[in-house]
């Protein structure tokens, strides 16, 4: 069980690092935004998959990173990766806040007071003067990493961009295989008996909104750096919707996933294109088809396959598909 | 007398114009929160079948020459009929899983449908004229309201009220509502209830119809009307209560008339205020303002 | 076990690989000097799309094929991609398309963010982009490039345009129904700035957020002003409920609706009833003269509808970068760049248009009315014409330009 997706991991990792060398195969840029929608999804999934939340306000994270890294950048002249970090650490925060009082309610009403406050984020970045309301935060300029990697250049660009959503990947299957992540899951399956076990589960939780904010906030600010400009349409509602569909099209319950959803999604929007107006009608269809047939996600399903064909036992069919709460 | 420097008469007009912008929201909202009720699914379609009520209303108006009080009553039938077949289609293989699956087949729904529209009759949108009959204005003494607003709300308003009376004080209600508390039990007495859930789903897709197609005449008929509606819907359904059918349509109202003064006072945060009282109200009263507090 | 590597080549085909093949397949390799290549990058799918979209890409087309089809016997290719009105979008594709797949030119651009985004990819990768269906200013001045060619008209043609001669015809006061968003603000700020000038006077403004359907409110607050003229500070669906609600609440007549970014569809799907009496600054109306009627029943025969300015403005500008090439005899981005500012541009959309240093092309722009049922005499017969405006009134004096280009400081 162990060394597939260790291998898939690493041909993966492989296929990625060899990426600037074929620019006849795939455009890097393409494959940056990609990664960026990739950590979004993963960090998202921390609360959906591993801990049985559904929030529907996760762009104010996501555009609060890219807004607050331009600015910074733009504006204050701060290095690429104290602004990056920056962006991370603001949208931790605002993490924080959201979870606090969010947490306070379950399932249908704890995903409305996530969008309630995002749309309120939403309000805040269309107003404030620097933003540029819908023409966006133009012209952030890239920087250099570190006072040496020059990121003006594409392809170093892309190893930065790559190493550090590497380290975030990282980070999150480090949290969802660690005693943490597995207090988290004892909150998803049953959320009473984690508190009578004794653990603060609103101090858990409160926690992992924080970690999945402040990493949504990364994938958000790098994407500022790699198109140099922050967007109205990074803190949308549609944003919103649109992590949630990364996600569960790649399958919830796994750790990667999200990542192989977020990879479908943004392919689906960059290769439709010769289809014109019908793109709209396509994208819908597929998503139609992928929730009425691949229901556990695309890797959920194919892993489940893998597992029914190693062994035809009972116990392999048993379901591990996570569900959120709702009362 | 000012209030606020804006002067009596005037805040009671925005008042009256409240209440025809809330009469959209009660009718539409009270749709979803049957739909949720029952199927416990959000309808993210909401918004798409409010804009396929208006559409079907221009259609029938403009290629079959249908007059405006036929297609107030045929175009909610027939996306209500149409609604049903997706229940019966796909909805309802969805049952009993976690309902954000639901969520996402609607939202896919969206997707086709204003997709669809967009390359079938283009993104600019279509006019549609107001009724001869109700042409004219109304003089109520504060202000000049135009006739067929009024017709809005009194239309509104009755459809609200037989819904919530067909709910709570007939047989068939009652039955509905004992889908809605104890789906098996009350399956063994008898009733279809697969079939009742189709049904109830046709409603809650006809109300957001007929929205439409009291829509049609005075907001722009496009394939993207709804499309911004339908999380302001939702919120409306949340503040209310989940499962309280008076609580959307009361909600519904108030919104109107906090929105609309919104727009007197502080315009740009007219279309945020709704989230800004979900967030007050949830965290007051967690069951909403009619819901039953959760065991 | 062998079902594992199968298995792992999908996955992995699938997630990085695989689809990208798919699509490089079918568009041509890497950049070559021997083909000139133009992308109508624009929103195929979305809420602009009757304002650009595939129409867009047809008069892009149109100008190819009355070109030749070839330009110096080098060979001349189309190709499009949708924004899907997403500036993140817009910015990758065109870098996607100067980067390596050696095209020369983007054109259309419909939505400032997008625009906005492309200009400054253009800029950085020395290659041209020409908006046509955007407004905002900032392309000729903060943002301005010598590969950057704002060609149809801009906020501040409208402003000049519509507010100047309303002022000047006697509509002395204002009260705007301003779109919240940087383009409705914009707008609203330019017009206010040409109606104190000229003597009038704003009386106030209600900003809407975007999407408002329901502008009865907005109605009686524009009532309750007494202001002679109502402007209208937004475009598309906002625009035509704005328009909508004032007829309804009869505020209009007798107040007059001054509509400052109206496009030709949006008349269309309004209907002369409602319309009636609106007053607009369009660069292009198809039933203008002869020649303008030429083109839009060629165009309408393959689109099936009547070019809106944008539309001509693909088609001319298109057809100006080809002769500028055809001129300069090369497709060298700075040769092409210094040509275009120098050749004139004389053609149904355009008689002595010229392109200034800040990529500002000036051309006469018109006032136009929006006729009555009954004056409409035959399809599509919608407008009147009211006044020309001279390019060099209509647009923003070079002086003032901000652009790096210029020596203004």
């Known amino acids: 069980m162990r060394s597939l997706p260790s291998t898939l991991i690493a041909l993966g990792l492989l296929a990625l690092l060899a990426v600037p060398f074929f620019p006849q195969l795939v455009y890097s840029v393409f494959v940056m935004k990609t990664l960026c929608f990739v950590l979004f999804a993963c960090a998202f999934n921390l609360l959906l998959g591993h801990t049985g939340i559904l929030s529907f306000g996760h762009a104010a994270f996501f555009g609060t990173g890219a807004y607050v890294t331009g600015l910074l950048i733009k504006t204050y002249g701060i290095p690429t990766e104290l602004g990056i970090l920056a962006g991370g650490l603001v949208a931790a925060m605002l993490g924080t806040l959201v979870g606090a009082l969010a947490i306070r309610r379950s399932g249908i009403y704890l995903a409305m007071i996530t969008l309630a406050l995002s749309q309120l984020v939403y309000f805040f970045f269309l107003q404030a003067p620097f933003t540029g309301a819908e023409d966006g935060l133009q012209r952030i300029p890239r920087g250099t990493f570190l006072g040496l990697i020059d990121l003006g250049n594409n392809t170093a660009l892309y190893y930065v961009v790559v190493g550090i959503v590497g380290t975030g990947l990282w980070l999150i299957w480090r949290t969802v295989n660690s005693p943490f992540g597995h207090v988290l899951r004892a909150i998803r399956e049953h959320e009473p008996r984690a508190i009578s076990l004794g653990y603060p589960v609103a101090r858990y939780k409160v926690l992992v909104f924080t970690l999945s904010a402040g990493l949504s906030g990364i994938a958000g600010s790098l994407k500022a750096i790699i198109f140099q400009l922050a967007a109205l349409h990074d803190v949308h509602w549609h944003t919103s919707g649109d992590v949630i569909l990364m996600t569960l099209l790649g399958g919830m319950s796994t750790v990667f996933g999200p990542a192989v959803g977020a990879a479908l999604v943004s392919s689906l929007n960059h290769y439709l294109d010769p289809f014109g107006a019908w793109v709209t009608v396509i994208t819908g269809l597929v998503f139609m088809t992928c929730v009425l047939t691949f229901r556990q996600g695309v890797v959920g399903q194919l892993s489940q396959a893998l597992r029914s064909r190693r062994s035809s036992t009972p116990a392999a069919k048993v379901d591990s598909r996570p569900r959120t709460h709702h009362q | ?295 | 076990m062998p079902a594992t590597n199968s298995l792992k080549t999908l996955v992995v085909s699938s997630t990085v690989l695989g689809l990208g093949g798919l699509s490089h397949a079918m568009a041509s390799e890497g950049y070559t000097d021997d083909v000139v290549r133009i992308g109508v990058l624009t929103d195929m799918s979305g809420i602009y799309t009757d304002l650009s979209g595939e129409a867009a890409l047809e008069a892009v087309r149109m100008a190819v094929e009355d070109f030749g089809g070839e330009v110096n016997g080098v060979p001349i290719e189309v190709i499009h991609g949708d924004h899907r009105n997403r500036a993140d979008t817009g910015a990758s594709r065109a870098r996607e398309w100067y980067d390596s797949e050696g095209v020369d030119m983007i054109n259309d651009l419909s939505n400032s963010g997008v625009a906005l985004a492309v200009a400054a990819v253009a800029d950085e990768q020395k290659r041209h982009a020409i908006v046509n269906s955007s407004s905002n200013i900032g392309l000729t001045n903060d943002y301005c490039s010598p590969y950057v060619t704002h060609y149809t008209y801009d906020a501040h043609s409208l402003a000049h345009g519509t507010g100047k001669s309303i002022v000047e015809d006697g509509g002395d006061t204002w009260f705007f129904l301003t779109v919240d968003f940087a383009f409705g603000i914009g707008l609203e700020e330019q017009v206010s700035e040409v109606v104190r000038e000229a003597g009038g006077q704003v009386v106030g403004a209600a900003r809407h957020p975007l999407d408002t359907t329901d502008f009865s409110s907005y109605a009686l607050q524009a009532q309750a002003s007494g202001a002679e003229i109502i402007g209208i500070a937004s475009t598309g669906a906002d625009a035509i409920n704005a328009i909508n609600a004032l007829a309804e609440f009869g505020v209009t007549p007798e107040q007059r609706p001054a509509a400052l970014l109206l496009w030709y569809d949006d008349i269309v799907s309004l209907g002369l009833e409602t319309a009636q009496g609106l007053m607009l600054t369009n660069a292009f109306y198809w039933d203008a003269n002869d020649e303008t009627r030429e083109f839009s029943q060629r165009f309408y025969e393959r689109t099936g509808r009547m070019p809106n300015m944008a539309h001509a403005g693909n088609y001319s500008s298109t057809m100006h970068y080809l002769n500028a090439i055809e001129a300069a005899g090369s497709d060298d981005p700075d040769a092409v760049s210094e040509t275009m500012r120098e050749l004139e541009i004389n053609d149904f959309f355009a008689s002595g248009g010229y392109i200034r240093p800040n990529g500002r092309m000036v051309h006469d722009q018109y006032l136009w009315e929006v006729k009555a049922p009954a004056e409409s005499e035959y399809d599509y017969d919608f407008l009147r014409l009211v006044t020309t405006i001279p390019g060099e009134e209509a647009f923003q004096p070079l002086e003032e330009s901000t652009c790096h280009l210029l020596d203004n400081d």
């Not at chain 2, 919530?164 to 509905?176: D, K, M, N, V």
């Open chain 2, 1 to 295: 007398m000012d209030i606020f420097g804006i002067p009596i008469q005037a805040l009671l007009g925005q008042l009256m114009l409240g209440i025809v912008n809330g009469s959209f929201y009660a009718v539409l909202s009270l749709g979803l929160a049957i739909i949720f009720g029952v199927l416990k699914i959000v309808n993210f379609a909401h918004g798409a079948f409010f804009m396929l009520g208006a559409f079907t209303a221009f259609l029938l108006a403009q290629y079959m020459g249908a007059g405006y009080w036929l297609t107030l009553a045929v175009a909610p039938l027939a996306v209500a009929l149409f609604g049903m077949l997706f229940e019966f289609l796909f909805l309802r293989r969805l049952y009993g899983l976690d309902p954000i699956y639901g969520l996402l087949l609607t939202f896919s729904l969206v997707l086709v449908l204003e997709g669809g529209f967009r390359v079938a009759f283009g993104s600019s949108g279509q006019p549609f004229a107001t009724p001869e009959l109700l042409r004219g204005t109304l003089n109520l003494g504060f202000m000049v309201l135009p006739l067929y607003r009024g017709f809005v709300i009194v239309s509104a308003l009755l459809l609200c009220l037989a819904t919530w009376f067909i709910i709570e004080r007939t047989p068939l209600g009652a039955s509905l509502r004992a889908a809605t508390e104890r789906s098996e039990l009350t399956q063994a007495f008898g009733i279809n209830v697969p079939r009742l859930v189709t049904l109830t789903y046709g409603v809650g897709v006809g109300l957001a119809a007929f929205a439409g197609v009291l829509a049609a005449p005075i907001f722009h008929v496009n394939p993207s009307m709804g499309s911004s509606l339908v999380i302001i819907i939702f919120a409306v359904v949340v503040i209310g209560g989940l499962g309280s059918i008076m609580g959307a349509i009361v909600t519904g109202l108030g919104l109107g008339v906090v929105e609309g003064l919104t727009r007197v006072f502080y315009s740009e945060f007219s279309s945020t205020i709704v989230f800004l009282v979900m967030v007050l109200v949830l965290l007051l009263r967690p069951a909403g303002l009619f819901g039953r507090e959760e065991g």
